[in-house]
């Protein structure tokens, strides 16, 4: 669909009829065109209402998912301790301040899939992707902006869901966020799996349905609306991420919504597609011949590309933003790209290397072992590269810059201990310990938030026209950056020496009592960081009204065409033609004014040679 | 209301900090802007170094910290073995670690915005690409090399002569099967289970059943220096065997039978020598999210020699007499079974 065709089919105001036309019809540009507020901020069709309110939401769900991760973080910390803030909130899942473990176990696997799907893919994908796909390729929105609305409620209707499942009586689903059956299937094994795991898969499945109608949108809009001379090789790394991002949800998350299904025939209709032999609350039950591993399998094959659905955005704004603030080309933007195409094609690739103990065929495991080592080869390339476009760059320590920076970092960290988890023999030792948790809060959760803060401060001013406070700014960052490492680097050795994940309490094992000191200043670090967090949200919905005014149009200098646009720009993005495209995104050199950047919609100078 | 103080509080130092920030942002003004940043730049751009000193010291102390309370040398030759191969991986990874953190936070420094130079226009290399592609290529050709050497080795088929005992998880204990004189296990299945007289669902038209031993609270009890298989299931849930100690680790699930094998090599009580802590005890630990009692789903692992476990063998009463002494009241203890163990040591 062209852009033309867009915006006049949902009758959108538009302010040219061809958009590479000279001719721009002005005198129409500026009649005013009431929006009723339920069309214009709730019911939107346009990308950027819709992507703050991804972000919005998001934002939501990480304080949920965050203020989730105190509570249990207060348990496993002071273990032994009371407190009254827990009755007050969690009221009898916590009689006289102390935590029921059915509720501890209900509060993890609510913050983990609350992060993982609602803040880390909607809030991260479904904000930048709608954002940034149109204005950085020039288009007027996506293909389909109803379907970029629906899209958009069917995850709140997702969230709803998942947020009521928190006030059924036997509580949420508590079985861990990859919630394997049979413990997830069976009402008897434990409270969770009553009315609140049927909520959750309720809500994942609407989950799925919003993931697969954004990712559609972002790979149609991506391939057919870009603006003349927007190559595909011209594209700045960002759009590349999302494509990339958009390809494998759509081709992942399906596979999540069957297993899914057959989860719910075999909680409701009796059919046993994951259980076999049985015997649970005093009686055997029917089901045989079932296998608990094909939910395993079908979950990972989802599972594991969904981590490079969190990283691939992340990684592709820190590209973007590392770039602009050293007011340098990204080093190596083809083996960039390849790197994507290298990650997204091996992450459909190695989903069982999360199956490594289920006694799953030793030969199986090998080949999974090679192929997850081999992601480290793109991933290497893309740290390599990021760390050439800073070298002799000149650094502006913007917030974003700061938080891109501190991306790069955590990643290297995260991805590096990939490297003892994906290798089976050592898996053997380390699965399911605190160095798992460690290794993926580190590579996809912090590293991830970083490409998003990253993103949030970078883009503020053309969301709102207003920048973000910078002071609160780096408040925000030097607490979080160091606050991570606190909480997640000793991590790494109370699971090299074994220490289980989701265990509500370990004072009663010879092995793992030692660390109680470490856990109490974990909790604590966790606390603050907790906070410094709210802090960002004070200054993000403070920043919306009363933040520095933006002045220019390009207030970074950087050279993608999303700085092309007026200030605030209208449904549409630009008052006139479409921008054309005459360089790649990275040309940041001497203009031959004193610049030091030349945007992509400059046309050539004689005899200078596109990238 | 302490909890409402709290709220207050929090606010009030975000009202403060806020204007704090904005104040700030005044005084940027009053200097000019550009001056400002030009002397935030060079701030922050120090504060880079400061940073990584910082974490480098923190990650010295951590390790500091952590090393007294790690879990003791491994107790089984797999788990020599990994020990090993952890070293090797933390060497390769520490090395990369180390040059790309410096580099990052380095360059950071170094190349923060100044007036006086230009950026660098480097937007590709060809040669470096291929360096940085080559590199990992080799280190991880070399990792994996060596872990699925390990890997094939340590899933391998048991050694024969091995030791086997059974051990079942259930919402939320360990349940252990010892095969009794004959060696071998007999067969079991779910509809035969009920919890007061046949825990595992043994087959008692299986013979082979008839001298097996059952231990209600899971208990290994295995022989130092003798290779031992653990048969591994579930009466419901999936649950995981985790033995700390070895480096191993196996999931226990409903409808299908799962191995390991492993070799112990310290006793229990070398072991607690070795550490110097009289309540040394190797630890089972449920390591599959299997519900509420998750964390409380332990089980002993004993490592004894080969006297010693005979003695204890010597004292179990088979778990079908236990559960019919009507019909076949406790086997006469036989004397000859000392013989038969000095046997077995000689011939070992």
Redesign the interface.
């Known amino acids: 669909m062209s852009n033309e065709a867009t915006i006049h089919q949902h009758d959108v105001h538009t302010h040219d009829d061809h958009s590479h036309d000279d001719h721009s019809h002005h005198e129409h540009a500026h009649h005013e065109h009431k929006q009723h507020f339920l069309t214009k901020y709730v019911f939107s069709q346009d990308h950027k209402i819709i992507s703050r309110q991804f972000l919005i939401t998001g934002i939501f769900w990480a304080i949920i998912g965050g203020l989730m991760s105190v509570f249990f973080r207060l348990q496993l910390g002071f273990p032994e301790e009371t407190f009254k803030v827990l009755s007050t909130f969690l009221g009898d899942w916590a009689p006289n301040g102390k935590m029921d473990p059915e509720m501890y176990y209900g509060l993890i696997t609510i913050h983990g899939t609350v992060l993982v799907f609602f803040v880390l893919t909607a809030g991260l994908s479904g904000t930048f992707s709608n954002f940034l796909i149109p204005l950085q390729i020039g288009a007027r929105d996506m293909a389909s902006p109803f379907l970029n609305m629906l899209s958009y409620w069917f995850f709140a209707v997702a969230g709803i869901i998942m947020f009521v499942s928190l006030f059924t009586s036997t509580g949420p689903a508590s079985g861990g966020w990859t919630t394997y059956p049979p413990l997830s299937a069976l009402k008897e094994a434990s409270m969770g799996s009553g009315i609140g795991m049927d909520l959750w898969l309720a809500s994942m499945s609407l989950f799925v349905i919003s993931s697969l109608l954004g990712g559609l949108n972002y790979i149609v809009t991506i391939l057919n609306m870009r603006t003349k001379g927007m190559s595909m090789t011209r594209m700045p790394l960002t759009i590349w991420a999302f494509l990339f991002t958009a390809v494998l949800g759509v081709l992942s998350f399906p596979v999540l919504l069957s297993a899914c299904v057959l989860l719910i025939f075999d909680r409701h209709m009796g059919t046993s597609f994951y259980l076999s032999e049985i015997y649970i609350a005093g009686k055997a039950l029917p089901n045989v011949g079932g296998s608990p591993i094909l939910y395993q399998h079908l979950f990972w094959f989802l599972g594991h590309p969904e981590v490079y659905i969190i990283m691939l955005p992340a990684m592709g704004m820190a590209s973007e933003i590392l770039s602009t603030h050293s007011r340098k080309p990204i080093f190596g933007y083809m083996a960039m790209v390849l790197s994507l195409i290298g990650i997204t094609v091996l992450a459909f690739l190695v989903w069982a290397h999360h199956m490594f103990v289920t006694g799953m065929s030793p030969f199986l495991g090998g080949i999974f072992v090679l192929l997850t080592l081999l992601i480290a080869i793109p991933s290497a390339v893309k740290v390599f590269n990021w760390l050439t476009t800073i070298f002799r760059g000149n650094i502006r320590f913007t917030v974003p810059m700061l938080f891109a920076l501190g991306f790069v970092s955590l990643f290297i960290s995260g991805g590096l201990t990939g490297l003892f988890l994906g290798n089976s023999a050592l898996d053997i030792h380390l699965h399911d310990t605190y160095f798992v948790v460690a290794h993926f809060h580190i590579v996809m959760g912090i590293s991830a938030f970083f490409g998003m803060f990253a993103g949030v401060y970078h883009w503020f001013p053309k969301m709102y026209g207003r920048f973000m406070n910078n002071t609160l700014g780096y408040i925000h960052f030097f607490i979080t950056f160091a606050g991570s490492y606190v909480i997640f680097w000793p991590m790494h050795y109370e699971g090299l020496a074994g220490m289980p994940r989701r265990y509500y309490d370990f004072t009663n094992w010879e092995s793992f009592k030692q660390f109680a000191d470490l856990n109490q200043m974990i909790s604590i670090a966790a606390i603050i960081v907790f906070f410094a967090q709210l802090l960002f949200v004070f200054n993000y919905f403070v920043s919306i009204w009363k933040g520095k005014k933006v002045t220019t149009q390009n207030p970074w200098n950087a050279n993608s065409l999303e700085w092309t646009t007026p200030i605030l720009p209208g449904h549409g993005n630009w008052d006139g033609p479409i921008p054309e495209v005459h360089r790649w995104a990275y040309d940041y050199r001497d203009n031959g004014e004193g610049g030091d950047f030349i945007p992509q919609n400059v046309p050539l100078r004689d005899g200078e040679e596109s990238h | 209301m302490?909890?409402l103080l709290l709220v207050l509080l929090?606010a009030l130092i975000?009202v403060v900090?806020?204007q704090?920030?904005?104040s700030?942002?005044m005084v940027a003004r009053i200097q000019g802007e550009e001056i400002f940043d030009k002397k935030?730049?060079k701030i922050?751009?120090f504060?880079?170094l400061v940073?990584y000193a910082?974490?480098m010291v923190?990650?010295y102390y951590?390790h500091q910290?952590?090393m007294p309370?790690?879990?003791p040398e491994a107790a089984s030759d797999h788990?020599q073995s990994?020990d090993f191969?952890?070293e090797i991986?933390c060497y390769?990874?520490g090395a990369?670690?180390m040059l790309?953190?410096f580099?990052?936070?380095w360059?950071?420094y170094k190349?923060?915005?100044?007036g006086d130079?230009?950026?660098?226009?480097?937007?590709?290399?060809t040669k470096?690409?291929l360096v940085?592609?080559t590199i990992?290529?080799i280190a991880?050709a070399v990792?994996?090399a060596?872990?699925?050497k390990?890997?094939?080795a340590?899933?391998?088929m048991a050694p024969k002569g091995a030791m086997q005992i059974e051990i079942v998880g259930?919402?939320f204990n360990w349940i252990s099967r010892y095969p009794g004189p004959d060696g071998v296990l007999g067969k079991r299945?779910?509809?035969n289970?009920n919890?007061k007289d046949n825990l595992l669902?043994l087959d008692w038209k299986d013979q082979k059943n008839m001298d097996d031993i059952i231990v209600p609270n899971g208990e290994l009890r295995l022989v130092k220096g003798k290779p031992v298989e653990l048969i591994?299931g579930s009466?419901?849930?999936?649950h995981?065997v985790?033995l700390?100690?070895f480096?191993?680790?196996?999931?226990a699930?409903?409808?299908?039978?799962?191995?390991i094998w492993f070799t112990p090599i310290i006793t229990t009580r070398e072991m607690q020598e070795k550490t110097g802590n009289p309540?040394?005890?190797y630890?089972l630990?449920?390591?599959?999210?299997?519900?509420?009692?998750?964390?409380?789903m332990?089980a002993v692992v004993i490592v004894e020699t080969q006297a010693e476990h005979d003695i204890w063998l010597k004292k179990q009463q088979s778990y079908y007499a236990q559960n019919h002494p009507e019909v076949n009241p406790p086997a006469a203890e036989s004397t000859s079974a000392p013989v038969d163990t000095t046997k077995k040591i000689t011939m070992k």
């Open positions: 302490s909890g929090v975000f900090l806020y704090v920030a904005r700030s942002e935030r730049n922050l751009a504060s880079m940073v910082a974490f923190g990650i951590c910290y952590m309370l790690m879990a788990g990994y191969m952890f991986t390769v990874t990369i670690f790309t953190q580099l990052l936070f360059f950071s190349y923060q915005r100044s130079r230009a950026p660098y226009y480097f937007a590709h290399s470096l690409e940085w592609t990992p290529a991880m990792l994996v060596i872990g699925l390990s890997w094939f340590m899933t391998d259930k919402q299945y779910f509809t289970i919890d669902g591994i009466r419901d849930v999936i995981d985790g700390t100690h480096r191993m680790k196996m999931d699930v409903p409808g299908i039978t799962t191995r309540n040394f005890v630890e630990s449920c390591d599959q999210m299997c519900g509420k009692g998750h964390y409380s332990r």
